[in-house]
């Protein structure tokens, strides 16, 4: 059964951090692209940050490039997503996915190339 568990959402003032986690189980973790979603109430998902399976390329949406890192250790199939600087348009639910594709992490970051989704961990900021 694959599953995909995300950790470490809640509320920060603008300016701080947060390090959120993504835990997979049930497929060969090491076969699939992993991204960072999310979604603010009435928006569309959007894509936050990938890591792809094979080289490990990372990719970042324009909006949070030099703020979030993202970071993977296979060893526990567990992907990390540390936001800095964090401002009020970054709250919103933050999800977890897994795709297959080789096309699964690109400067795209597509949401309809995800194969497998976690149920997400809400962010919030406040001003």
């Known amino acids: 059964e694959v599953r995909i568990v995300e950790f470490g959402g809640g509320l920060v003032q603008a300016g701080g951090s947060l390090r959120l986690s993504c835990v997979a189980s049930g497929f060969t973790f090491d076969d699939y692209a992993i991204g960072w979603f999310r979604q603010a109430p009435g928006k569309e998902r959007e894509g936050v940050s990938c890591?792809?399976?094979?080289?490990?390329?990372?990719y970042y949406g324009d909006s949070v490039k030099g703020r979030f890192t993202i970071s993977s250790d296979n060893a526990k199939n567990t992907v990390y997503l540390q936001m800095n600087t964090l401002k009020p348009e970054d709250a919103g639910v933050y999800y977890c996915?897994?795709?297959?594709?080789?096309?699964?992490?690109?400067?795209?970051?597509?949401?309809?190339?995800?194969?497998?989704w976690g149920q997400g961990t809400e962010v919030g900021v406040s001003s």
């Open positions: 890591i792809s399976s094979e080289e490990r390329r990372l």
């Open positions: 996915a897994a795709a297959r594709s080789f096309y699964g992490c690109s400067p795209r970051i597509a949401v309809y190339e995800y194969d497998y």
